[in-house]
């Protein structure tokens, strides 16, 4: 089975912090996601990548970045964290693109900024 | 915005059948329709997705109108463990990428 793993599953962040959360995947997928997702909004894409070293914005970029130096790794950094970014941060993998296939979810990482 | 509308949430008796509705009457004859679920603290699941024919898979069955302006997905024994948030969207062509547009999904509750 397709394991999405997501490193923490809640933080708690002062505003101003810099936030790594790291998704790893074990299934060689080239195509990785972010998004967030906040109550009565479903989930948001921020940032997706169809291969190493790409990277392309979502809906919702404004505010983070992110870096795929390994194929199975892909992380989403926020550089000057802020109470609004308080949610929930889901990473997903898939084997095809343009989200013509099946989407595999990590647990997710509950983010708290104070 | 979410091309689709569902309810905000259902009711079903444990071992009946769900029928999960969902509106979809601006999409376009090449965009599909997937359905993914969230059980509560993980992450979402993918159920099943379509174009124009009736899927079936070992999760569900998903049956979509001639005209395509709505689908319904068919749980046919629920249990407990299906309690869950259903998520129905269309699969949209944006700025030359496809992306899947999520709404707020269907609450959907299984009782003993």
């Known amino acids: 089975d397709v394991k999405v793993t997501q490193s923490s599953r809640y933080l708690v962040k002062r505003t101003g912090e810099k936030v790594f959360l790291e998704c790893v995947q074990d299934m060689d997928h080239e195509n990785m996601f972010w998004y967030r997702q906040d109550p009565g909004l479903g989930l948001r894409l921020i940032y997706f990548s169809y291969d190493v070293k790409m990277k392309e914005k979502g809906d919702i970029p404004e505010g983070y970045s992110v870096s795929r130096e390994k194929k199975e790794r892909f992380s989403l950094i926020l550089e000057s964290a802020s109470t609004n970014q308080t949610s929930m941060y889901l990473c997903?993998?898939?084997?095809?693109?343009?989200?013509?296939?099946?989407?595999?979810f990590g647990e997710g990482s509950r983010l708290t900024v104070l | 915005d979410a091309k689709t509308t569902q309810p905000p949430s259902m009711d079903c008796a444990e071992g009946r059948a769900a029928n999960l509705p969902c509106n979809h009457s601006?999409?376009?004859?090449?965009?599909?329709v997937y359905w993914y679920r969230q059980i509560h603290s993980q992450g979402p699941q993918y159920i099943i997705h379509g174009l124009k024919n009736n899927e079936t898979n070992e999760m569900a069955s998903l049956i979509i109108t001639e005209d395509r302006k709505s689908s319904t997905l068919i749980l046919p024994h629920a249990t407990l463990r299906d309690t869950a948030v259903y998520y129905c969207i269309v699969r949209t062509l944006m700025d030359s990428n496809y992306q899947l547009i999520w709404g707020a999904g269907t609450k959907l509750i299984i009782k003993p």
């Open positions: 601006t999409i376009s004859g090449n965009e599909y």
């Open positions: 997903a993998s898939s084997h095809e693109r343009g989200f013509t296939g099946e989407l595999f």
